[in-house]
């Protein structure tokens, strides 16, 4: 068992000892690392080597807002420069060392961490080499939108209308909300199977991170390991339910709340993947720095 008073159950869980029992703490959730000598310490600052297993920490992170609306999308805005610079001072200050990090393959996942290791390299700290992993690639629903967005709304006469507000917004807020409530809808009819064989079918694409998943959690059998992975809300959502076990729309409609640059971790050994924390901005204190696109 454990000496300590702190720390997780045989399942995972945060608990502590209370008169010589192990009372699992919903609201205690315990993050772990290792110290740049390999020791493993607490988030808070506390040891827990009284742990005979030490768990490992996934930390998935979304990129940085990228240029909505532009010609080219997959380029960071300059917020977006700046939520990741925020990111890596944040570390920094919270003493995140990772053994690995991994990227997805598109310019955004690319920059976000680019700027975060550059925070470090700058601080002369480590920073480990980018891994690329295509299978942490996003989903393609968005080229339904751009190449046949018109011709799915005749075949789904109920996105027609949510497609001609969006086609008319011209305030850039309004055009935003009116994007997102139509790719929505567009993206259920996605995974529901109805837009055929246009672009990787939501079963594929679920398959395929989890393929991703099952590389990195396996990428190293050695314990207490710290890695990240850079990629996109898709991703992100599938790792989501995979934790959780919930239904597909759900797993979809929570995903949809994942901000540009934010943090979702999960402790994880070999057998199990248990969700620590979804969506955090903790390096991001002013809420006007918060973007969704």
């Known amino acids: 068992m454990y000496s300590g008073s702190r720390g997780e159950d045989e399942s995972g869980q945060p608990s502590e000892w209370r008169g010589g029992r192990l009372i699992y703490n919903p609201g205690q ?9 390999n020791r493993p310490i607490a988030f808070r600052g506390r ?21 909505f609306f532009a010609e080219d999308y997959d380029q960071l805005s300059e917020q977006g420069e700046i939520q990741s610079a925020a990111l890596g001072a944040y570390w920094l200050a919270d003493g995140r060392f990772f053994d690995e990090v991994y990227v997805g393959p598109r310019v955004r996942h690319h920059r976000t961490a680019e700027i975060v290791g550059e925070c470090y390299r700058d601080a002369g700290q480590d920073w480990p080499d980018l891994v690329p992993l295509d299978d942490f690639d996003e989903h393609h629903v968005d080229q339904l939108l751009r190449m046949e967005g018109e011709s799915l709304a005749n075949d789904f006469p109920e996105l027609e209308p949510l497609a001609d507000q969006f086609r008319n917004a011209g305030d850039p807020a309004d055009k935003q909300r009116a994007f997102q409530i139509f790719f929505q809808a567009l993206a259920d009819c996605w995974i529901a199977g109805a837009t055929g064989d246009r672009v990787e079918s939501w079963q594929d694409f679920r398959d395929r991170v989890n393929h991703g998943m099952d590389q990195v959690i396996s ?5 207490g390991r710290n890695v990240a992975v850079f990629t996109s809300v898709g991703p992100i959502t599938v790792a989501l339910q995979r934790a959780l076990n919930c ?27 248990t969700l620590d924390r979804f969506n955090s901005l903790p390096h991001l204190t002013d809420s006007s720095q918060w973007t969704y696109r």
């Open 29 to 37: 959730i315990v993050h772990t690392r290792h110290d740049r000598k």
């Open 47 to 67: 040891a827990i080597t009284d742990l005979v297993h030490t768990m490992s920490s996934l930390t998935l992170v979304r990129h940085a807002q990228a240029s």
């Open 219 to 223: 990428a190293n059998s050695t314990s």
């Open 247 to 273: 239904p597909d729309k759900a797993a979809l409609e929570t995903g949809w709340r994942t901000w540009n640059c934010s943090l979702t971790e999960f402790a994880f050994t070999v057998e199990r993947l």
